[in-house]
């Protein structure tokens, strides 16, 4: 690292008074004017619309605000109150949380599978490898699109090939617990990043270790628990944590195919309302913006809670190369 | 993950690759164990059984916007009938508007997030300054929150400016850079010897071409990897045009497609005119699978380059 190495500990005054010097070097003057954009775009679109979305969560800021028909008026934790009592509040994230508790491992298991299979079979990896990360550059709103085309109950791809092999397959667009099954097989279809990511881990696992344990004369599976396994532990973490904010957002293909003027013909289903979707929609279709605001607060400690768990349980798990612990 | 594999990447390659980190920990290079040849055709089988799953529907999609409408889930993949829809999709809607948006918008953002990021993550590559080290934690602090506790404020932000239902609010957060961008191209940029640098200023270079004239040479198997990833997350984007665009001529693509769904999917009245959505989702999806055939590497190893930060 190139930052300033010094042994004192810091809050030393040796250090403080290095620190204040630097100030009068020309160095650190150009660094700030190098920074500024960022600086810039973190007050005016970060850290100022993060207080004003606190300050909004605690008034009642809607349309007639907008409009300037009325003035907006502070009603302190009026918002998050109506929260708790919200039932589509409650049914959003029970939605969300059960999308991300099948899409996380699903999506993880079969990247890992994938991967592992294309290490095995050299030159010719590389071409699935491609085609496995097809989805993967597929916009969300064609991916929605294509789940409505090919997960149609009476005329989609999905059941007449299920009819083939004499499975009656389910209407997955409108029976409402088949909702979100079909959106986590959308999801876990574009697996290629995560797998992407694996095979470079995949790669990093010394060979030697490998070679040592059939030595020993370790199962292919002891060998896969104990070296493979805790040897990509950093990118199996990091995929879980990435995946698990992303699916706790999820909001695209669930907007596109169920919301809108309605593709299903019929009301849309409370099977796909997931959360970020019905904040927007207070957001932007009913212009709750007050309430909309506290529901992005509490999207924020969700994620907050949900990935300090996941980094202090990781601890236990995650082995780096190369660390101290 | 601080063992990557150097070298699997070439000269073309990304990240850390080109040049070692000092703490990079060498190990030897995966090798593939041997497998026998019935092994191996058993896996070659497996692949070739996946590969279906993952390309059946993307040629499913592309038949099925050749072929009237009636014949739309007849499941052929060769249609029974050929019928040119795509200028009815011309027709119908602005798509030709909507497509070259979407590109003015894709690269314009990319171009000017790749700049602004990158001259962010020199300053905190090579520079020492006081806070340093606190204001990269909050650039990376930056990452972990959700866009929804910015994005009613920063509506109405440009609300206030008068630039709702224009498309200075798509692109103009460009120019502040992206934390995620920042921290891949300082990684980079910490993996160029800080000599380089330093014989640039010798050479009487002041900082600011000292950037731009060595830096920015050095660094562009990363930019690369910037300028596309920006123009895929722009290509995918629904929820800003959803926000800010009200004019249909201002549209990107995704929200032209979802209109074109909304008006013309079996929810918006009548039968469902599924081969005009078909052919529109061809026209959104193909330009990205172009970009990816023609810059595969730069996606493959951008995304690899993110797992290793661990």
């Known amino acids: 690292m190139a930052t300033v190495t010094s042994n004192e500990a810091p809050g030393s005054p040796r250090r403080a008074r290095r620190w204040l010097t630097g100030f009068r070097e020309r160095e650190t003057w150009v660094a700030y004017a190098f920074i500024l954009p960022w600086a810039f775009g973190f007050l005016a679109l970060t850290l100022g619309p993060m207080i004003a979305s606190f300050y909004f969560s605690l008034t009642d800021y809607g349309v007639q605000q907008i409009a300037g028909f009325e003035s907006t008026s502070y009603i302190g934790a009026e918002n998050y109150s109506n929260l708790l009592d919200d039932p589509r509040i409650s049914l959003a994230l029970k939605n969300t949380f059960t999308f991300t508790v099948m899409m996380v491992p699903g999506t993880m298991i079969v990247a890992l599978a994938l991967a592992m299979i294309l290490l095995r079979v050299g030159r010719s990896g590389d071409f699935f490898r491609t085609i496995f990360y097809l989805p993967q550059i597929t916009p969300p709103v064609a991916a929605a699109i294509l789940l409505l085309l090919l997960f149609n109950g009476q005329v989609g791809a999905i059941n007449r090939g299920l009819d083939l092999i004499g499975i009656q397959g389910p209407f997955w667009l409108t029976d409402p617990s088949w909702i979100k099954p079909s959106l986590v097989i959308l999801s876990v279809w574009s697996v290629g990043g995560t797998m992407v990511i694996y095979l470079a881990a995949l790669r990093g696992v010394p060979q030697q270790l490998y070679e040592a344990a059939a030595m020993d004369g370790a199962s292919p599976f002891r060998r896969f628990r104990n070296i493979t396994l805790p040897m990509i532990s950093p990118a199996l973490f990091f995929t879980f944590i990435v995946l698990t904010i992303a699916g706790l957002q999820a909001f695209t293909e669930a907007y596109v195919a169920f919301f809108g003027a309605g593709q299903t013909g019929a009301e849309a289903p409370d099977a796909a309302l997931f959360y970020a979707v019905y904040l927007f929609r207070q957001a932007f279709e009913f212009f709750e913006m007050g309430y909309a605001s506290a529901m992005a607060w509490l999207l924020f400690a969700i994620i907050m809670v949900v990935t300090i768990v996941n980094v202090v349980v990781s601890r236990r798990f995650v082995f780096y190369q190369g660390a101290q612990k | ?310």
Do not use: C
């Open chain 2, 1 to 310: 993950m601080s063992a990557g594999a150097p070298s699997q990447l070439g000269p073309a390659g990304t990240g850390a690759g080109s040049v070692p980190l000092p703490q990079v920990v060498r190990t030897a290079r995966w090798r593939r164990p041997k497998l026998g040849h019935f092994k191996r055709a058993i896996f070659i089988a497996v692949l070739l059984a996946l590969t279906l799953l993952f390309v059946y529907p993307f040629l499913w999609l592309v038949s099925a916007s050749f072929k009237p409408q009636g014949d739309v889930f007849d499941n052929r993949l060769i249609p029974r009938e050929w019928v040119w829809n795509y200028d009815r999709v011309f027709e119908i809607a602005p798509v030709a508007r909507w497509l070259f948006n979407t590109i003015w918008i894709a690269s314009l953002g990319a171009l000017l997030v790749t700049l602004s990021s990158a001259l962010v993550a020199f300053a905190f590559a090579y520079f020492r300054f006081p806070g340093k080290n606190f204001l990269f934690a909050l650039v990376l602090g930056t990452m972990m929150l959700p866009g929804a506790v910015t994005m009613i404020p920063t509506y109405l932000i440009w609300n206030e400016l008068g630039l709702v239902n224009t498309q200075y609010p798509l692109w103009v957060p460009n120019l502040f850079g992206s934390a995620f961008y920042i921290f891949l191209l300082r990684q980079f940029f910490l993996g160029i010897p800080r000599d380089l640098f330093e014989a640039a200023r010798i050479d009487g270079d002041n900082y600011f071409s000292m950037f731009w004239r060595m830096a920015l040479p050095l660094a562009k198997p990363a930019l690369i990897v910037t300028f596309i990833f920006e123009i895929q997350a722009k290509w995918f984007d629904l929820l800003s045009p959803l926000i800010y665009l009200r004019d249909q001529a201002l549209f990107t693509l995704p929200l032209g497609l979802k209109t074109i769904l909304d008006s013309f999917g079996a929810g918006g009245g009548g039968e469902g005119e599924y081969h005009i959505i078909i052919a529109a989702t061809v026209i959104l999806a193909a330009p990205m699978i172009i970009i990816f055939a023609v810059f595969q590497r730069a996606f493959l190893e951008g995304i690899a380059t993110q797992g290793r930060k661990g």
